[in-house]
């Protein structure tokens, strides 16, 4: 049951994110994209820019802000993930890494070009 409660919370704070980011312009391609590399939360279009957002909520910060529980090592699945996507669905457009994090009932904060890919 816990897991159906934590789903549920991820789901609610993706749908507040998406609802943000839609008001904002940006388009939505796909939810939870899953593939073996990795899960990504939302891909968006900006224009002509693919937008991988990886949402992320913190009850508080005492463990660190909700931005800042993205590890390196987490980066690293989300930028494989985004590649398997982009050759699957042979996409051209320059890539952005946006974090929407949300921290206990302050405002959410949406990080554009949170984290780069070396390639």
Known sequence: MAITAA???GNYYEDLALDYLLEQGLVLLER???CKLGELDLI???KRC???VEVRYRKNNRYG??????SDSKQKKI??????YVGKMKIQSSVRFDVIAITGTAP???VQHAFLTAG
């Open 50 to 52: 693919l937008v991988v």
């Open 32 to 34: 939870n994209y899953l």
């Open 108 to 110: 959410l904060q949406w």
């Open 44 to 46: 968006m279009r900006d």
């Open 65 to 70: 802000s909700a931005a800042e529980s993205i």
């Open 7 to 9: 789903r549920d919370r």
């Open 79 to 84: 930028i494989a993930a985004t590649k398997h």
